[in-house]
Structures are given as C-alpha cells and as structure tokens.
C-alpha cells in the first residue's frame, strides 16, 4: 500500500516541514538554553497536585457528565461573575474541554460549513489556521505587522465579506504577547456587530496581564451573545499537562458542540477536573505571585532585548516576545539554527506562526531569571559574531 | 513586602542594575534603596544555603531541638534570659513560643556529646531554667522554604508553540 496516498490530501498540506525539523534538532541537543517553550517554568501548586492525588486515592476514576463535572462548571461560573461580572449557566453554557486546543477545534467543526470564512489576526497561534481548514473552512489573515501587533477595527472592517462567519481573537497573543485595552475592545466589537459576527475569543492568557486589568470580550456592552469565551487552566496555574479548558457561549453553540466533544472525547479525565476545582477554590494568590514574577522578567527580557540590538515592542501580558531580527540580515530559521549551534539557545522561528513572519524570533521568558541571563549574553555575543564577520 | 526585597530574598545575588531593569527604576535608586535597608537592619546579612548533608569530608554536625522551661524575672520577662541563651554560639536559632514550654532552641554541635555536654553544663545549670527537653534531629527534609535535594532535572520538552 503506497502510504502516502492513504493520507487525506487536507492533512498532507498541514505545517511547514522546515520548522518540525528544527524543533527535532533542539529535542536532539543537550546544555540549550530554551527560550522556545510555551508553558510556563513553574510547577503546578502543590495543593493542586495533592487533590488530584486525592481524588485517585479516593477511587475517583469514572466518567464524568460529558460536559463536566457540574461542580466545576459551578466554580468556572462563580469565578468569571466574581472576575468579569459574567453570567454564564452551568448547566447550559458552559462545557469543559481538553485544554483550549479542544474547545476550539469543537467551535470550529460545530460553526463552519464549506466555504465559510474565518478571520484571523496574524502573528497568531499556530493551530487556528490549520484547524479552520480542517473543518472545511477559509483561514483568512489579517495582517498586523504595521500596527504594532494589534488589530485595528478599520482593517477588520475591511476584511469582512459576506462569507466570514466569525473572528478568532487571541489576547494576550502567543506568540507576540500584545493585548488590548477596553476601550480598543469595544471598538472591534463595535465592527463585529455592525457586520453580525460571531467573535471566538482565546483567552487563555487572559490573567497574565501586566499594564492594566484584562477585559473579557463577553463582558463588553453588547457582546456576550455574539462571543464564544475560551480559557482554561494551563497557563494562569500552571497546568498544561493536566488539559483542562473550557468554554463559555449562547446555549445553542454550546449544546452543539457537546454533540461532537461527546463522541470523540466523551468527558475530560476526572483527575484533572478534580485538581481543576481545587485550583479555582484555593488557587488564586499563587496566580498572582507567579504573574508578578513573569512581570519582572518581562521588563528584564525586553530592555535586554533592546540595548543588545533586537527591535522589541513591549508586550502586555502572556510571556512571550517577538522580537525583530531585520537588521542581522538573516532569515528566522537561519537565524535559529545559527544561534542554536554556535551559542546552544533556542528561539521559535517566526515562520512557525506565519509565513510573512521570516523576520521574527518568538522568545519565552517562562524561564528562569539566571537561564534569562545567560541567554541574552549568549545572544549579545551571537549578535557581534554577526556584525563583525559582515 | 517591597519588591526589592522580595527579588533579594529569592536570590541574594541579584546585582541592582538587575533590579533596576527589572523594575524600571534607576540603579542608583536600588543601590541607595538597599543600603537604607541594610543601615535600618531590614536586611541583616546575604548567606548562601548549603544542603551539608552532602559534604562528606569536612566535620560532620549534629543539631538538636531543644525546649526550655524557664522562670520569667521581673520587669524583663524572659528577655534578659533568653539574651543569656542564645549568645552561645552553639545556639543557631531561638524562639519564645506559647504552650507547653517557653523556649526553643536549635543548637548545633560537632557530635551528640558536644551537644549533651551544652545542655547538662550550659543550659540546665542556669538559675532560671526549671527544665530543658532535648530532640535529636535525624534528618532534614527542608529548611526555610528550600527542600533539601538535588535540583530535579527539567521536565518540560525544551520547545514548544
């Protein structure tokens, strides 16, 4: 059987070969110095951990309700009218997923029909596209390199046709990190709902905001019944691993898409779920302690950044920057297989988020203070090889 | 608690124009920040933490948790004893506590015997100690915050989106 034609010729064309390549030379090599990992350095709070201990101990290891344990969906609903002043049902407008990867992989195959139209801001996350495709959709970029980052509501304005069904906004963004203030919010709503758009919000790094308070976009005048709100557990506590998500959204979409979580996930592990509610009862200053912690390397990394040569913009919240690597004369892939064999650090190449990103490195500052160190001196030195060999 | 101090008592190390970048103040102002701190007696003294049970060739040390019931004096309560107790130097720490007893030690010494020999010609002789407990301390788990083993080894994939 010749196997490559076995494969769905939508799945053959998924992810740039390039940069998969050089993720396994960075698995590959031992003493780097990361500031390519997208999770953050900390260890999920003992406290958590211990009631996922527990609740094995007790004989916890069933199925859940297919949407959730309803104390969880209890506690994920007090907590955003507590953050946000939202008010989201438990019963029926919350559904937990499997990280937000899940929920927005259900949103998607639950929304789109052939040909359908989603907006996405570019630099973004690296499965929206793929995904929207995926599901039969149209991933359409809108570019916003010129803007520092941000989306500005006249471009959006302009991208709309009658075959966008929906937006994906991701704020704090991975991997640029900027976000957005209310007002700057409101004015996107405003556009999504001249034009009656649905808006798929990712706000998984919605507490790790620096500057000003994070605005949810439900909780904008006017929005809560055109938005699908996306967050989860990995990055406020640290519990990638643990895949625990959820989203928040109109009855209707929510229902539909527990049709397709319940065929192909049926419920997320109990465990998890568990450690899940723990973190949303007892959680909270550890949340804060770890963002003031990000807080400080964020301003470290970015003034680093900047006096050694690297053009960076001063992100608002999650813990990545994306800095500019034009003025070394290298592409992003070149540029991180170079710094990754001569000085052993690694950046995530622009590319891997955008074609038009090939002057871009993504930095995480989910490291430690001393790995930060080093590695900006390893960068400084890498930097003066390169303008002294020119 | 001030940021500063904060960032210190996580590393000691941390040099203020560090700090400075970190906090976007000026290094000056850190530097001036932290001499006040130290002049004021806020912050005593930078010490490293050294896990000893590792170190197998210098002279190993035993500690010792030690409770001591003492007859308060007049006016002074238990503060002019409690002087006389801990300026031994084999007194690492001690604490005026409620309950069953009123202080309590932690005094370290090369062997069992340096410490016995404290407790019988040292402490219990004393005028106002009316009786001492002495615990042997077989083993340290962690101590001020820092657990007491190696660093584990990164567990998370050195790349990710």
Not at chain 1, 118 to 147: N, Q
């Amino acid at each position: 059987m010749k196997m490559k034609s076995i494969i769905s010729k939508k799945v053959e064309q998924m992810q740039p070969s390039g940069i998969r390549a050089f993720f396994d030379l960075v698995l590959g090599m031992k003493d780097v110095i990361s500031l390519g990992v997208g999770e953050p350095d900390f260890v999920t709070p003992w406290q958590i951990r211990e009631a996922g201990i527990y609740s094995l101990e007790q004989g916890f290891t069933s199925y859940t309700s297919n949407k959730g344990l309803y104390k969880l969906r209890l506690g994920i609903s007090r907590y955003l009218k507590n953050k946000y002043g939202l008010e989201y049902c438990p019963d029926e407008e919350i559904l937990i997923t499997v990280g937000v990867s899940e929920g927005m992989d259900l949103a998607l195959r639950a929304l789109i029909n052939p040909g359908d139209k989603i907006l996405i801001p570019a630099p973004s996350y690296v499965s929206y596209g793929p995904i929207t495709e995926l599901a039969g959709g149209e991933a359409v970029c809108i570019d916003t390199r010129e803007d520092g980052f941000k989306l500005m509501p006249e471009k959006l304005n302009k991208a709309i046709d009658k075959k966008v069904k929906a937006i994906i906004l991701n704020y704090p963004n991975n991997p640029t990190g900027v976000s957005y203030t209310k007002n700057e919010l409101e004015r996107i709503n405003k556009v999504l709902l001249k034009h009656n758009l649905l808006c798929i919000s990712d706000e998984i790094y919605g507490d790790l905001t620096y500057d000003y308070e994070h605005t949810s976009f439900p909780s904008l005048p006017n929005a809560k019944n055109h938005t699908l709100y996306l967050n989860g557990f990995s990055k406020s506590y640290a519990m990638t691993g643990w895949r625990v998500g959820f989203v928040c959204g109109p009855r209707e979409i929510i229902s539909a898409m527990t049709k397709i979580h319940q065929y192909t996930i049926m419920c997320v592990p109990i465990t998890s779920q568990m450690a899940a509610c723990e973190a949303l009862q007892t959680g909270r200053a550890q949340v804060e302690e770890m963002k003031r912690e990000y807080k400080r390397r964020r301003e470290f990394i970015v003034d680093k950044l900047n006096s050694i040569g690297l053009d960076c913009h001063r992100p608002e919240g999650a813990f990545y920057v994306l800095p500019s690597i034009k003025r070394t004369g290298l592409g992003a892939l070149d540029f991180a297989q170079k710094l990754l064999k001569e000085e052993k650090v690694a950046v995530v190449p622009g590319t891997a988020f955008g074609s038009n990103l090939n002057d871009y490195v993504r930095m995480s500052y989910a490291t430690n203070f001393d790995n930060l160190k080093e590695g900006m001196n390893r960068i400084d030195n890498f930097l003066k090889r390169i303008r002294r060999n020119r | 608690m001030d940021e500063i101090l904060e960032i210190l008592e996580k590393d000691a190390r941390t040099v203020p124009e560090d700090i400075a970048k970190i906090l976007k103040k000026k290094t000056q102002n850190i530097s001036a920040a932290i001499k006040k701190y130290e002049k004021e007696g806020v912050i005593l003294r930078y010490k490293t933490v050294i896990n000893k049970e590792l170190i197998r060739d210098t002279d190993s040390s035993v500690r010792a948790l030690i409770e001591v019931n003492i007859t308060p004096q007049k006016d002074v309560g238990f503060d002019r004893i409690a002087e006389r107790i801990y300026s031994f130097p084999e007194v690492t720490s001690c604490y005026l506590i409620s309950g069953t007893y009123d202080l309590l030690l932690i005094v370290e010494g090369k062997d069992l015997h340096t410490v016995s020999r404290f407790v019988s010609e040292k402490l219990s002789p004393m005028e106002n100690v009316k009786g001492t407990v002495t615990h042997f301390l077989l083993k340290k788990y962690k101590e001020d915050g820092v657990v007491l083993k190696l660093k584990e080894e990164n567990k998370r994939i050195a790349i990710s989106y």
